[in-house]
């Protein structure tokens, strides 16, 4: 097990985590932070939302994988993405877990 490779996954992975949260409690919040009523712009502005939480997660999760496979280091490439969902995986039980304690 390369543990620098471990913790670069853990490292970006806790990171886009963190942006999950943020993102999160913006739409949990929503309404106090921009008011009741919805426009022509809330449908435009949460698909954007969603675009770039895709583009964000997705490098911080693959960004190191495909880094790796354009360098050559294949087989550290498959191990850097088993690593990152790996991890989403471990931060995923946390959450369910959080919520049948909470």
């Known amino acids: ?12 992975t806790s990171g886009a985590a963190v942006y999950m949260f943020l993102v999160s409690q913006v739409m949990q919040n929503g309404s106090k932070l921009f008011g009741e009523k919805d426009s022509m712009f809330t449908p435009l502005v949460v698909l954007l939302l969603f675009s770039l939480s895709a583009a964000v997660v ?18 550290e490439g498959i191990k850097a993405a088993i690593y990152s969902i790996g991890w989403l995986g471990i931060y995923t039980v ?8 909470v």
């Open 1 to 12: 097990m390369n543990k620098e490779l471990l913790l670069k996954t853990f490292r970006n």
């Open 58 to 75: 997705g490098g911080l999760v693959f960004g190191q994988s495909i880094i790796l496979f354009l360098n050559k280091k294949n087989s």
């Open 94 to 101: 946390l959450g369910l877990l959080l919520l049948l304690i």
